[in-house]
């Protein structure tokens, strides 16, 4: 099982795509696997040919469990590996960005029914047989959501009375539950332990828009590139020159990325949020980011993540913009030193030569760790930005 998060401890696994006998290569998706916070498919650590799955699913294990055993393929007759290899949060350098703690291991289910492990938690709690629920998670799992208290009627009463139906039914935030209580964990940690500064700066996107426009005209809506692709691109490139910004601190050492392996903050439909990377975010096209982006959302809000990109990320960009937000001061997910925040984009009033005119700008943030950087090298790094996104053509 490994470990997804910094303070992670234990996952369930689903189910196994794979049989004794195949050959796996490395990087395959070999089955998946729920944390507290997410649901994502698990990758292979190595080549090989698999000689024993050894976690049955729906088994809820600690981090570091042999789930299976790989043997060496007939090229490298390597002796029996271990899938995955056992990694702590020491030695994993990137975990997600909210990942809290789980409750110690539970029993494996006597039942064959799959199912998360607050699942059966809630079920246990109120007596609901879990084979008697209908689940809406990945491949028909029941999940927490799915688990409700029975109504209680009394027989002897006569029928209530139907209320009229409100015309806007009041919500409740959700305030409770594993995510949330995951969220609040690893956010808690981050406050607790790293000496947060901040800094923000309002970047006029005028040019970065006409450009976008430009070339956006000719193309299909399918093919466009949104203005969020274009500020992640340039977060990226400018990472190039500032590298204490870009990487883990861990075991009481920085240690810099020499790639930029972007996350993105993602909201779920059913609450809460992920960060997945965009691996090597500074290094392919911005078409190619822009489609990267595009289906990272897709497979995060359908529960199809990869692994590795929940333990890839080496710093990550969160953005509020499209809830109204002008600006966002977000806090740092460890072990990572760095995120950058934006808010909406917007229209004010800017000052050219003597003249003011109505731009669209957007404020940018930054929250760094103080025993790697400075507000000096942060300052430095949101005039970089901002000078990069008035040449949008070179990104």
């Given at each position: 099982?490994?470990?997804?998060?910094?303070?992670?401890?234990?996952?369930?696994?689903?189910?196994?795509?794979?049989?004794?006998g195949?050959?796996?290569?490395?990087g395959?998706?070999?089955?998946?696997i729920?944390?507290?916070?997410?649901?994502m498919e698990?990758?292979s650590?190595?080549?090989?040919?698999?000689?024993?799955?050894?976690?049955e699913?729906?088994?809820?294990?600690?981090?570091?469990?042999v789930l299976?055993?790989?043997?060496?393929?007939a090229?490298?007759?390597?002796?029996?590996?271990?899938?995955?290899?056992?990694p702590?949060?020491k030695t994993?350098?990137?975990?997600t960005?909210i990942?809290?703690?789980?409750?110690?291991?539970?029993?494996p289910?006597?039942s064959?029914?799959?199912?998360s492990?607050?699942?059966?938690?809630?079920a246990?709690?109120l007596?609901?047989?879990?084979?008697?629920?209908h689940?809406?998670?990945?491949?028909?799992?029941i999940?927490?959501r799915?688990?409700?208290?029975?109504?209680?009627v009394?027989?002897?009463?006569?029928?209530?009375?139907?209320?009229?139906p409100?015309?806007?039914?009041?919500?409740?935030?959700?305030?409770?539950g594993?995510?949330?209580?995951?969220i609040?964990?690893?956010?808690?940690?981050?406050?607790r332990?790293?000496?947060?500064?901040y800094?923000?700066?309002?970047?006029?996107?005028?040019?970065?828009?006409?450009?976008?426009?430009e070339i956006?005209?000719?193309?299909?809506?399918?093919?466009?590139?949104?203005?969020?692709a274009?500020?992640l691109?340039a977060?990226?490139?400018?990472l190039?020159?500032?590298?204490?910004?870009?990487g883990?601190?861990?075991?009481?050492?920085?240690?810099?990325?020499?790639?930029?392996?972007?996350?993105?903050?993602?909201?779920?439909?059913?609450g809460?949020?992920?960060?997945p990377?965009i691996?090597?975010?500074?290094?392919?096209?911005?078409?190619?980011l822009?489609?990267e982006?595009?289906?990272?959302?897709?497979?995060?809000?359908?529960?199809?993540?990869?692994?590795s990109?929940l333990?890839?990320?080496?710093?990550?960009?969160?953005?509020?913009g499209?809830?109204?937000?002008e600006?966002?001061?977000?806090?740092?997910?460890p072990?990572?030193?760095?995120?950058?925040?934006?808010?909406?984009?917007?229209?004010?009033?800017?000052?050219?030569?003597?003249?003011?005119?109505?731009?669209?700008?957007?404020?940018?943030?930054?929250?760094?760790?103080?025993?790697?950087?400075?507000?000096?090298?942060?300052?430095?790094?949101?005039s970089?930005?901002?000078?990069?996104?008035?040449?949008?053509?070179?990104?």
């Open positions: 099982m490994p470990s997804l998060g910094a303070d992670m401890e234990a996952g369930t696994l689903l189910e196994w795509r794979i049989a004794v195949d050959h796996v290569a490395r395959e998706v070999v089955g998946l729920e944390t507290q916070k997410a649901t698990l990758e650590f190595a080549d090989g040919i698999v000689e024993a799955l050894i976690v699913p729906g088994t809820h294990v600690p981090v570091g469990t299976a055993r790989l043997r060496g393929s090229a490298s007759d390597k002796a029996v590996t271990e899938l995955p290899p056992v702590t949060s994993l350098p990137v975990p960005s990942a809290a703690p789980l409750p110690p291991a539970s029993p289910p006597t064959r029914v799959r199912s492990p607050a699942a059966r938690k809630r246990r709690e007596g609901i047989d879990l084979a008697a629920l689940g809406s998670g990945p491949h028909g799992a999940v927490w799915d688990v409700v208290a029975p109504p209680v009394d027989l002897a009463a006569s029928p209530p009375r139907v209320a009229a409100l015309a806007k039914p009041r919500r409740s935030p959700p305030t409770t594993p995510v949330r209580d995951a609040a964990a690893a956010m808690s940690r981050s406050k332990e790293i000496p947060h500064f800094l923000s700066h309002t970047i006029s996107l005028e040019r970065a828009l006409a450009w976008l426009a956006n005209r000719e193309r299909p809506i399918q093919n466009r590139i949104l203005p969020g274009l500020i691109r977060v990226a490139v400018t190039w020159d500032f590298p204490e910004l870009n883990f601190y861990l075991d009481d050492v920085f240690r810099p990325s020499e790639q930029v392996h972007l996350a993105t903050a993602i909201a779920l439909r059913t809460g949020l992920v960060a990377a691996l090597d975010a500074d290094s392919i096209p911005l078409d190619e822009m489609r982006l595009q289906d990272l959302v897709v497979r995060a809000r359908g529960g199809h993540l990869k692994s990109e333990t890839s990320a080496t710093i990550t960009v969160t953005s509020l499209d809830r109204g937000c600006a966002v001061f977000p806090v740092i997910n072990p990572q030193v760095a995120i950058v925040g934006f808010g909406a984009i917007t229209r004010r009033p800017w000052v050219e030569g003597d003249a003011v005119v109505p731009h669209r700008t957007i404020v940018a943030t930054l929250a760094a760790d103080h025993r790697v950087s400075d507000g000096h090298r942060g300052g430095l790094f949101l970089a930005l901002d000078r990069l996104l008035q040449e949008p053509a070179t990104l």
